[in-house]
């Protein structure tokens, strides 16, 4: 049974940092893309960054372009999602998501895991 494991939100002032991690389990995701999303109460979810199947390409939405890395390290079938320079309104539900179906900007993935709070007070 596949499964996605979120870790590492939490509560955190503005300017501060976090670093989420994603491990995968079941099957190896090695040849697959893997994303973040993240969702805000009364918003969908919206993409926030991704990373192809050998960590070659990165893709940022702008908004956390230059204050997000993606990485993944596939000997441990996991994904981080490293955030510098925190915002209240980063504050969301954030997301991973293996395999996605198209464009990986698009919440269109084949797993998911459970999500993990990231709270930003100003």
């Known amino acids: 049974q596949v499964q996605l494991v979120e870790s590492g939100g939490g509560l955190v002032q503005a300017g501060g940092s976090l670093r989420l991690s994603c491990a995968a389990s079941?099957?190896?995701?090695?040849?697959?893309?893997m994303g973040w999303f993240r969702q805000a109460p009364g918003k969908e979810r919206e993409f926030v960054a991704a990373?192809?199947?050998?960590?070659?390409?990165?893709y940022y939405t702008a908004s956390v372009e230059g204050r997000f890395t993606i990485s993944r390290d596939n000997a441990k079938n996991t994904v981080y999602l490293q955030m510098n320079s925190l915002k209240p309104e980063d504050t969301a539900v954030y997301y991973c998501?293996?395999?996605?179906?198209?464009?990986?900007?698009?919440?269109?993935?084949?797993?998911w895991g459970q999500g993990t709070q990231v709270t930003v007070s100003s």
């Open positions: 998501g293996v395999g996605p179906r198209g464009n990986v900007r698009n919440p269109e993935y084949d797993y």
């Open positions: 079941g099957r190896t995701f090695s040849s697959y893309a």
């Open positions: 990373i192809s199947s050998s960590g070659g390409s990165r």
